[in-house]
């Protein structure tokens, strides 16, 4: 995740999809019902997802584990009244207590949206966010779907694995959270990512693809819901503390 291609990369695929208002705000709408209280962000990145939050008037912490996303956040957000803050946060810090004591157990919701994918040691990824909770806490988790979809795309941004939700709910009960709702999301998504990163071997998403796929997703909302959330390019478990 560390080197420069990949941050290259993962910035450019930020901007693409922060151009593609609909899919960000479906993403929002679909994790809103389980966002309570006081919540905390991991890797908000260019805060496409976290401006939706602020705009419904939740108390909100941002973070990322790089500074330059920290400082562009700051700059952005800096005047929303509900804004709790903006810190850099690294989710596998070897000495995770101590850095960040003052933010465990002190938060509703965690969510952490296109994150753990990036992380080696997963079990300790989740545990950590876990910590971040208060007692009864919800943690939030989206991750890519199916590892048969691993493609140029998943190397380009620096992912370790794709998950099912039977792998990650197995993720969630080994850290003793209860899973209290898992579906999956964007079912046309898949056809993208396989044509572009699996066939064609792009590096990122094309711009004018996701540009033409924003206009229809009231149409892909529909589809979501006709197949039942049963299939989808991403996978969402959110757990209970």
């Known amino acids: 995740m560390g080197n420069s291609v990949t941050d290259k990369i993962g910035k450019k695929t930020l901007d693409v999809i922060g151009e593609a208002s609909q899919f960000n705000k479906w993403m929002f709408e679909t994790i809103l019902p389980f966002s309570k209280g006081k919540i905390l962000e991991i890797g908000s990145g260019l805060g496409n997802i976290s401006t939706f939050f602020l705009e419904n008037e939740n ?15 700051q700059d952005k957000f800096s005047s929303e009244p509900n804004l709790l803050g903006v810190d850099q946060l690294n989710l596998i810090h070897p ?90 999301f964007n079912l046309i998504g898949i056809v993208g990512w396989y044509i572009s990163g699996s066939l064609m071997k792009k590096e990122s998403i094309p711009s004018n693809q996701m540009k033409v796929y924003d206009k229809l997703v009231p149409i892909w909302q529909a589809l979501d819901k006709l197949v039942q959330n049963k299939i989808g390019l991403s996978t969402i478990i959110i757990g209970r503390k």
Not at 59 to 73: N, P, W
Not at 107 to 130: G, P
């Open 59 to 73: 108390e909100i912490l941002l973070t990322d584990l790089r500074t330059e996303y920290c400082t562009l956040l």
């Open 95 to 184: 000495d995770f207590n101590n850095v960040y004591k003052d933010h465990l157990e002190n938060y509703d919701t965690v969510f952490a949206l296109n994150v753990i994918e990036h992380i080696k040691d997963e079990n300790l990824a989740i545990n950590n966010c876990k910590k971040l909770l208060k007692a009864n806490g919800h943690l939030i988790i989206l991750v890519p779907s199916y590892q048969k979809l691993y493609n140029k795309f998943d190397e380009e941004l620096g992912h370790f694995r794709r998950y099912t939700q039977k792998n990650l709910h197995e993720l969630f009960l080994k850290n003793h959270l209860t899973v209290v709702h898992k579906q999956y």
